[in-house]
Nanobody, 127 residues
């Protein structure tokens, strides 16, 4: 059974940085895509970034150039480095596995192809 545990959330001022981590266990399907999603109150869950099994990386249009996704296979850990956080980006950030990554019409990632989810880590951005 795949388990995903996120950490690293917190509160930062606008323009600040945070690094999120996601430790994966029970993960034996190497064709899976790993991704980060976020959901703000009253809004739909949306993809932020993902790494496909062959190494292809995708970003939501709104975060490209500011966020960096990476993984350490030896530690079974997925990371999301977030720089230049904006006041409109506070949300519960989730790690997810399965995929593949599809772009929704708004340029974010489509969550429906991901079947495994962590509990989320809260990110707050103050202006």
């Amino acid at each position: 059974q795949v388990q995903l545990v996120e950490s690293g959330g917190g509160s930062v001022q606008a323009g600040g940085s945070l690094r999120l981590s996601c430790v994966a266990s029970g993960y034996t399907e190497h064709s899976y895509c790993l991704g980060w999603f976020r959901q703000a109150p009253g809004k739909d869950r949306a993809g932020v970034a993902a790494i496909e099994n062959e190494g292809k990386i995708s970003y939501a249009h709104s975060v490209k150039g500011r966020f960096t996704i990476s993984q350490d296979n030896a530690k079974n850990t997925l990371y999301l480095e977030m720089d230049g956080l904006k006041p409109e980006e506070p949300a519960l950030y989730y790690c997810a596995a399965e995929g593949p990554w599809y772009y929704a019409e708004d340029g974010a990632g489509e969550p429906t192809s991901f079947g495994y989810w962590g509990q989320g880590t809260q990110v707050t951005v103050s202006s």
